[in-house]
């Protein structure tokens, strides 16, 4: 069957199959068992233990596997154990199991523990245990923990566990307070602003043109950066593919069709008088007369919107039809752009209306819109066509045809391509996520398999040979070598530029007359600067108040003079937010040290025994 970009689904298996399946896990099982591995069944039953709480192989390979899954989904692609162990995965999960156990064994040291009320307070709140009435539901309770290879004891008394470390990690971590002057020093850098000039430089800028490059110097830039025209590894693919927009244009179109088509989208292109419409609303008549005479006797509309804490934003009501305004229509239609209506009744209350645009009224003829039209069924009529062919390539290939024979059997057209990994090159085919995601899995050997791609088309192809590195002719990148040294040059023309006019501006010139500068009277750390790269802030914010410097990024030259520094705000909304977001967050960090030094405390009084052969078997059971 031909594979599909979203073909995740699992097929159904026989009872044989099945049947086969549970003799192999009975012998998984049994292998573990010699590895001391068990749940897993008989032999060692932990792979870790922390005074006399234990870390038993269940509890690890659940982690591990919740670990892997969630690590899966933040990547967005599945990863094999192998892979996680690769990235550290392991070392992750016994960190925060043996974190677990240590506070486990303290809480029963000391007597710690939460009644049956709290575990089943806890039990019947979870989601994954509630029925369609959206309350708890035993049969979903008992089906759900049989799935995960659980009993209701054993759930509820890793639930209780958790609910007490809950209870004594909240002891260690409550009631920290983050001292005034650290707090103080946060805000007043986190909220100190800068005010600073900057004149971009150009090509325009330069007093002398960048010369043009002889053949000789191309020649010796090639050959001292031949890395730059190097063509990188690549997989020679062959591949025969049906497209929608290859065939598209050959399918016969009706004319009545596409009548009936445009008059079931008329709407679509015949567009009626429209107004972009901002609705002011008062919580009585007489406040919103009140500001009606405020408006006729001059007041701008924006100072009512700003009283009533509003932004023009806020009161956007968006593009609307005279039939989308009701009864309110008439009078908004009435003005011209600019113009406020009202007050008129809303079920708000009585409010302003007035109009920020006037949108003319569009209408597209069927003559102007038929070839779009015709294009439409046309891709449609080459989707259909292809699909009732994926079946006829599914059973060639199984049949042991060539992509070659697929040509003349199933009417694909066959070409190749050298697909470097990872990238997405020119080609049409490669700009299919599903044909990428296949290139990059193929292997020498593999059996060709249709594969349907995203707008419908299919492909099925093969690697001939992996194409090694190799660097490109000084002739055939004559061009792209002259375009790089022309970059370069004129990269140190305008640094060398912007040095000479810092120069200048620290002598006493005016910045100003080296050309069009750009003036930011101020800006936050986290601001933001059109066209400049994520550096120059960083930089402003080291400068010193009338420091002068060339700031340099890829493609961007630029001279800065800090103007002015402006100290944090002392007082208003946005400061006490700031300072109080501030606080949490150092106050949490201050709880999470503090907290990772009782565990480890604890952990050290308690000791700590690893089984490192019980841990390595659960990995190896694992797929």
């Known amino acids: 069957m031909a594979k599909t970009p979203d073909d995740d689904t699992k097929r159904p298996k026989s009872k044989a199959r099945e049947a086969a399946i549970w003799v192999m896990m009975g012998m998984l099982i049994l292998g573990l068992g010699g590895f001391g591995v068990t749940s897993f069944s008989g032999g060692v039953m ?105 009993t209701e004891a054993e759930f509820e008394a890793g639930l209780r566990r958790d609910v ?67 063509k990188p590894e690549a997989k020679r693919i062959t591949y025969a593919s049906l497209l929608p927009e290859a065939i598209a244009p050959d399918q016969p179109v009706d004319d009545t069709v596409l009548k009936q088509l445009y008059e079931d989208r008329l709407a679509e292109f015949v567009v009626p008088e429209r107004r972009l419409v901002e609705r002011l609303v008062y919580p009585d008549q007489a406040a919103a007369d009140a500001a009606r005479a405020r408006l006729d006797a001059g007041e701008a509309f924006e100072t009512l919107v700003a009283e009533r804490g509003l932004t023009l934003d806020a009161i956007d009501m968006g593009e609307l039809t005279r039939e989308d305004l009701g009864d309110t229509g008439e009078a908004i239609f009435a003005l011209a752009e600019g113009g406020v209506a009202g007050p008129l009744p809303t079920d708000l209350g009585p409010a302003l209306f007035r109009v920020a645009a006037v949108l003319a009224a569009e209408e597209t003829t069927f003559e102007e819109v038929r070839d779009t039209l015709a294009i439409e069924i046309q891709t449609d009529a080459a989707r259909r066509l292809i699909a009732d062919k994926v079946e006829l390539v599914d059973d060639l290939l199984a049949g042991g045809a060539s992509l070659e024979n697929l040509v003349t059997d199933a009417g694909l057209t066959l070409a190749t391509v050298d697909y470097v990994p990872g990238l997405q090159g020119d080609t049409v085919i490669e700009g299919y996520p599903a044909f990428r995601a296949a290139a990059d899995a193929v292997a020498e050997g593999d059996f060709a398999e249709a594969i349907v791609l995203e707008d419908g088309g299919i492909v099925a192809l093969r690697l001939d040979e992996i194409v090694p590195a190799a660097p490109i002719p000084f002739a055939d990148a004559r061009e792209d070598v002259a375009a790089a040294w022309r970059a370069e040059a004129l990269t140190k023309a305008l640094s060398d530029r912007a040095i ?88 949490q960090a201050i709880a999470s040290d503090a907290f990772n030094a009782f565990t480890t405390a604890l952990t050290s009084e308690a000791g700590i025994s690893i089984d490192q052969a019980a841990i390595n078997a659960v990995h190896a059971s694992l797929p």
């Open 46 to 150: 932990q792979v870790a233990q922390v005074g006399d709480a234990e870390i038993t192989t269940d509890d690890y390979a659940r982690a591990f596997q919740g670990q892997l899954n969630a690590f899966s989904q933040q990547i967005g692609q599945p990863i094999s154990s192998q892979e996680a162990l690769a990235f550290g995965l392991d070392r992750q999960v016994l960190q925060g199991l043996v974190v677990r156990a240590a506070l486990d064994n303290e809480a029963q040291r000391i007597g710690i523990s939460v009644g049956d009320a709290a575990v089943a307070a806890e039990l019947t709140a979870m989601d994954a245990f509630k029925g369609v009435s959206g309350t708890f539901d035993r049969e979903a309770y008992r089906f759900t923990l049989d799935r995960n290879n659980q």
């Open 164 to 230: 007490t470390r809950e209870l004594l990690q909240g002891v260690v971590v409550g009631g920290f307070a983050a001292p005034a002057p650290l707090t103080d020093t946060l805000y007043a850098w986190a909220a100190e602003r800068r005010g600073f000039s900057m004149l971009r430089l150009t090509e325009a800028d330069l007093t002398t043109p960048v010369p043009t490059p002889t053949e000789a110097e191309l020649t010796t830039y090639h050959t001292e950066n031949i890395a730059l025209f190097t």
């Open 500 to 587: 000479e006019i810092k120069t200048a501006i620290e002598g006493g010139a005016a910045i100003g007359s080296f050309g069009i500068v750009d003036v930011t009277p101020e800006t936050a750390r986290d601001g933001f600067i059109a066209d400049t790269p994520e550096t120059l802030l960083p930089d402003v914010f080291t400068m010193a108040e009338g420091d002068v410097r060339v700031i340099e990024a890829e493609g961007f030259v630029a001279v800065v003079r800090l103007d002015r520094i402006l100290p944090a705000a002392s007082e208003g909304p946005d400061a006490e937010a700031l300072k109080a977001a501030l606080m949490a967050q150092a106050e």
